[in-house]
């Protein structure tokens, strides 16, 4: 009986979880459980185990010895083994990450080498930008724009504060380059807040796992909280697993949206898009509309570079007619995004 075991066997009995692997089978964890990464915090994981399912249960995990350097980030499927219960004091072990569908990265700035991977597995990157106070700053949106096509994920604006200024201008550069725009801003009524374009942004959350990025004040908070009630994004509030603040960790935290919409990642710590591991050709990914020039009627080789000669982008500037000033922003914003990359220089939001 012993010679003719196999994996089969093991996952058919009754209380997998309740039971020592045997020897024979540890090296494969046949036994282990899914679960989803929802937080990281200095060698403490937190995960979902078993998600979607009846058996689905919060529970803290580290990293088993064999994972090596491996890095688990937020977004990631592993398996896990030990004592995946999630009771108080519990401890997983991390011993597999799954393959992942999409890999958010960033380098710390534009001349570090050293690529992070911030999210894994999401669908859509969404950027948080002010129409006003702050300013909107269009280089930035450029930058994570083109990390979320470098990822693999769609790009969604969501321009908030439409109560202090219109978002048609910002509207008109991204709407026609296939950026997604959602507009909110918040009222305040006789019967308390709402938030206009909510049900909106909603809407193109469902079903997907968005990331959230957007800079300090431009109100990621006050949406984080309105999409997921409860979860106090705002303030000091303490983490179960590490007894600290929140807000002192600069990790990303995946949320669930009511209802099993869907995910939202929110990412307090992101604050610059490093794009130093972008391929250039990977940046016109961003900007489909000049990638198509250029593929077309550009010189082999060409940098697409404001001095490089007879690059085909000025020339459908000056053919553009009403549209030259929107065509020549966008092939501007290109520019910058290569030359911040090739010269090396930071951008903070
Ligand atoms: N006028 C106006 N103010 C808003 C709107 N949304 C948020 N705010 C305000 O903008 C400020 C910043 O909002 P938060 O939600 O805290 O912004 P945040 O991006 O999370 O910023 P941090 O908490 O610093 O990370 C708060 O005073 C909000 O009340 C809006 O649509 N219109």
Redesign the pocket.
Known sequence: MAGRYDESDVRSRPNPRGSRPRTKQRPDHADADQALVTGVDRGRYTLLVSPDTADERPAVAMKARELGRERVVCGDHVDVVGDTSGTRGSLARIVRVHERRTVLRRTADDTDPVERVIVANADQLVV?T?LA?PEPRTRMIDRVVAAAYDAGMDALLCL?????ASPDPLVALYAPVGVEVVV???REGTDGRT?DGLDDLRQRLTGRVSVLV????????????ALVPGTG??TGDVNDVTGRGRHTSSSAVVLRLPDRAGWVVDT?GVRSFGLAHVQVENLLGAFPELADVAEERCPRGCSHGSDAPDCALDAWVAEGGPDAPARAQRVDSLRRLLTARSSGASVQP
């Open positions: 948080v002010a106070d908030t504060k439409a109560d202090l909110t801003s918040v938030i957007g800079h300090s004040g431009v109100g990621k908070s006050t949406l984080v909280n994004r705002a307090p």
